[in-house]
């Protein structure tokens, strides 16, 4: 891609997405073709995300087994117990997976800039962005997602406080390295420290789970559940006999009150016309009982290669159950034509194996590898929006790709603040988010661009923009206490986090999104040079 002629808009943006010819159509046009691009990717990044879950519930959800010996009896004592502890899950897998479009648009950001003293800016700008989408507008959503006057609380109140903890320190120790320590620059040191805690992170939070002495805060919990997302009740049934054990699964965007969404599915072998047969993950998750069930996938009962050559036929289907109840002529031709748009991210993504062959760590890769891809042609449609309109890189980072990459942190919240009987699975994956987007996601990449600056140039990396994301920072801060705030309060007042009557949900919902808009609209002015 050829570099742009001027970056502020002033004159004609030579570069270019596909082909040359976009540099002579106009500018209002070539904005609207990117931004739509953006809004596609998004779109993309929603479908893969469904396949993340599925694989991540297939990861969290394998057990071991254990055999105990009964000291009376001399008896075999058989029983299963999870392999992942849960509050590592739910900062490694959970948190670490969600924010990954960050860490990847983050990582390729740094890479593409290697070999130049001054740090990108689209890496820094959408991890600060996205941790304002998560505390806000994500803590919003799942305030009010459960069922009117349904109330629901952290059960373990000292894991959450010390996830906070390190949420906050996290952006602290970003304003110390970048206007205390060394100001507008990041030595090899400071990155490597950045990265080196999140491993205390995991330390600390497990040592708290375990309520190890002198490292744990000793603050009672109530029990939590077992499962991440515990399964659901199937809300329709079969006409026959024999396929009441069978259920179709929905795609994407199909039915509203279903929490976990696949554009997936694939049918039984049972020879009993098009059946579906229930995939774990979805309505219910294979190896959270200690009993063997019946209705439990396994290799034995499916091929794995007519599962993943069925993903493609499913891939292309235009109706599902739901489109075929419709009667309104408008509303199923709006439902096909949605499905035709997502057709090709449905193509792309039928690659990715199906999630429960190796307790679903191959498909939780593979979901990230395509995770990657998508971010990488974000930061290329960034570039291209910033040469075109002059908007600072900055501004875009902290709205539209904050925005459009946090979408699997929402979906996360969102489905476990509706699912578990507990709090704890959705806040803590926007505190841990925010801590993985600086330890990780701000951290590697200034890590890779430091030593490398370090041993070719013996030079630090260079801050171009410090001072406007420092203000952010501050901002953040300052934000960030009113909602932590408000959470106290529900929880003396109310008894909970989330939920509770449906007047207070929604003053709450407003309130977050309002400290939302004041972090982006004070953010995008400081770097734009305006205050």
């Not at 808009?9 to 976009?22: A, D, K, L, T, V």
């Not at 490597?192 to 603050?219: E, I, N």
């Not at 996938?297 to 036929?313: K, N, P, R, T």
């Not at 429960?356 to 990657?372: D, P, Q, Y």
Request: aromatic share 14%; charged share 15%; hydrophobic share 45%.
């Amino acid at each position: 891609m050829p570099g742009n002629s001027s970056i502020m808009g002033q004159e004609n943006c030579e570069s270019y997405f596909i082909f040359q010819g976009e540099t002579g159509l106009g500018v209002g046009f070539r904005t609207f073709l990117y931004f739509l691009g953006l809004a596609y990717c998004f779109v993309g990044l929603s479908a893969i995300t469904a396949r993340f879950f599925q694989s991540m519930e297939s990861v969290v959800s394998h057990t071991r087994k254990v055999v105990d010996i009964n000291p009376y009896t001399g008896a075999e004592i058989i029983r299963y117990e999870k392999v992942w502890n849960f509050t590592i899950a739910d900062i490694s897998l959970l948190a670490f997976g969600t924010s990954f479009p960050q860490i990847s648009l983050a990582t390729i950001d740094a890479l593409r800039n290697l070999g130049n003293l001054y740090a990108g800016g689209l890496g820094p700008g959408t991890l600060v962005g996205s941790a304002a989408f998560d505390l806000f507008p994500i803590h919003a959503v799942c305030v009010v997602v459960p069922r009117a006057g349904e109330l629901k609380k952290i059960a373990d109140v000292g894991v959450w406080l010390v996830e906070l903890f390190w949420s906050f320190w996290a952006y602290i120790w970003l304003y110390i390295i970048l206007e205390v320590w060394t100001p507008n620059v990041i030595t090899i040191w400071e990155a490597l420290l950045t990265v080196l805690q999140y491993g205390l992170l995991l330390m600390h939070a497990y040592a708290q789970d375990k309520r190890w002495p002198y490292f744990s805060l000793p603050l009672p919990r109530s029990e939590r559940p077992e499962d991440w997302v515990p399964a659901e009740v199937v809300t329709y049934k079969s006409d026959s006999g024999p396929r009441n054990n069978y259920s179709e699964i929905v795609e994407v965007g199909e039915d509203e009150n279903r929490n976990i969404v696949d554009i997936f599915s694939f049918h039984s072998g049972s020879g009993i016309g098009p059946v579906y047969q229930n995939v774990p993950g979805t309505d219910e998750t294979p190896e959270y009982s200690n009993k063997d069930s019946p209705e439990k996938m396994s290799l034995e009962d499916y091929h794995v290669f007519a599962i993943w050559g069925q993903q493609f036929v499913d891939a292309v289907k235009l109706k599902s159950t739901e489109s075929r109840k419709l009667n309104n002529l408008y509303l199923l031709l709006a439902r096909i034509s949605w499905q035709l748009l997502l057709v090709p991210w449905r193509l792309l993504f039928a690659f990715v194996p199906p999630y429960h062959i190796a307790h679903g760590w191959i498909a939780f890769i593979c979901s990230l590898v395509f995770i990657s891809a998508i971010a990488y042609i974000v930061t290329q449609l960034t570039d291209l929006i910033s040469c075109v309109t002059g908007i600072n890189p900055y501004v875009i980072a902290f709205t539209a790709l904050a925005s459009g990459t946090s979408w699997p942190d929402l979906v996360a919240s969102k489905i476990a603040a509706e699912r578990q009987i507990t709090a704890d699975s959705a806040i803590a994956n926007i505190t841990c988010s925010n801590s993985v987007n600086i330890y990780v996601g701000i951290g590697v990449p200034w890590l890779i661009d430091t030593a490398y600056n370090f041993f070719v140039y013996k030079e630090p990396l260079r801050i171009e923009n410090a001072a406007g994301l420092s203000f952010s920072l501050l901002v953040f801060f300052s934000t960030s206490v009113g909602c932590i705030a408000v959470l106290v309060i529900r929880r003396r007042q109310l008894g909970a986090e989330l939920g509770g009557p449906r007047l207070w949900a929604w003053i709450t919902f407003v309130f977050f999104m309002l400290l939302w808009l004041i972090f982006v609209l004070l953010s995008s002015l400081k770097v734009s040079g305006i205050i």
